[in-house]
C-alpha cells in the first residue's frame, strides 16, 4: 500500500514538472503582441533621402531614408520612416503636425524610433526642434 501510494506520488510529481516544462517551452515561443521597443535620439539633420519607390521591407513600405549626425552617445545615424511616421514641429511645449516634406538639412530633431527586425531601425515620430 505504501508503495502505491509512493508510485502515485512520483508519477504526480513527474508529470507536473513535464507540464510546467511544455507549458514554459510554449510560452516563450509563441508570438508575443507586445510593442516593439521604442528608443530616443536627438540628431541633426544631413540629409532627406526620398526612394522613387517605397521598398517593402518585412511588413514596412519603407520610403524615406533619414541621416544624421546623433547629439547622443548612443543612436543610429541613419533612419527609415515612411507616411505613417508621425512628423511634428515644436512649438513651445505644443506640437504641432507637420509633412514630411517639411523635413530639411540642418534641422535639429528628436526621432523615436524602433527595431522591428534585425534589418531596419524605423522612425515612429520625428519632432522637430526650432
Same mark, same amino acid.
Given at each position: 500500500?505504501?508503495?502505491?501510494?509512493?508510485?502515485?506520488?512520483?508519477?504526480?510529481?513527474?508529470?507536473?514538472? *513535464?507540464l510546467?516544462?511544455?507549458?514554459?517551452?510554449?510560452? /516563450?515561443q509563441?508570438? @508575443?503582441?507586445e510593442? %516593439?521597443?521604442?528608443? &530616443?535620439?536627438?540628431?541633426?539633420?544631413?540629409?532627406?533621402?526620398?526612394?522613387?519607390?517605397?521598398?517593402?521591407?518585412?511588413?514596412?513600405?519603407?520610403?524615406y531614408?533619414?541621416?544624421?549626425?546623433? *547629439?547622443?552617445?548612443?543612436?543610429?545615424?541613419?533612419v527609415? /520612416?515612411?507616411?505613417? @511616421?508621425?512628423?511634428? %514641429?515644436?512649438?513651445? &511645449?505644443?506640437?504641432?503636425?507637420?509633412?514630411?516634406?517639411?523635413?530639411?538639412?540642418?534641422q535639429?530633431?528628436?526621432?523615436?524610433?524602433?527595431?522591428?527586425?534585425?534589418?531596419?531601425?524605423?522612425?515612429?515620430?520625428?519632432?522637430?526642434?526650432?
Amino acid at each position: 500500500m505504501r508503495i502505491m501510494k509512493s508510485r502515485q506520488k512520483v508519477m504526480t510529481t513527474v508529470v507536473c514538472i *513535464l507540464l510546467l516544462v511544455v507549458t514554459g517551452v510554449t510560452c /516563450f515561443q509563441l508570438p @508575443t503582441s507586445e510593442q %516593439l521597443n521604442q528608443y &530616443h535620439s536627438a540628431g541633426i539633420i544631413k540629409l532627406v533621402d526620398k526612394k522613387d519607390k517605397p521598398m517593402k521591407v518585412d511588413d514596412y513600405k519603407v520610403q524615406y531614408t533619414l541621416s544624421l549626425e546623433s *547629439l547622443t552617445e548612443e543612436g543610429p545615424t541613419e533612419v527609415t /520612416f515612411d507616411e505613417q @511616421t508621425r512628423v511634428y %514641429l515644436a512649438k513651445g &511645449h505644443e506640437l504641432e503636425g507637420v509633412t514630411i516634406s517639411q523635413l530639411k538639412p540642418e534641422q535639429k530633431i528628436d526621432v523615436t524610433y524602433e527595431f522591428p527586425n534585425d534589418h531596419i531601425i524605423r522612425a515612429s515620430e520625428i519632432v522637430i526642434q526650432q
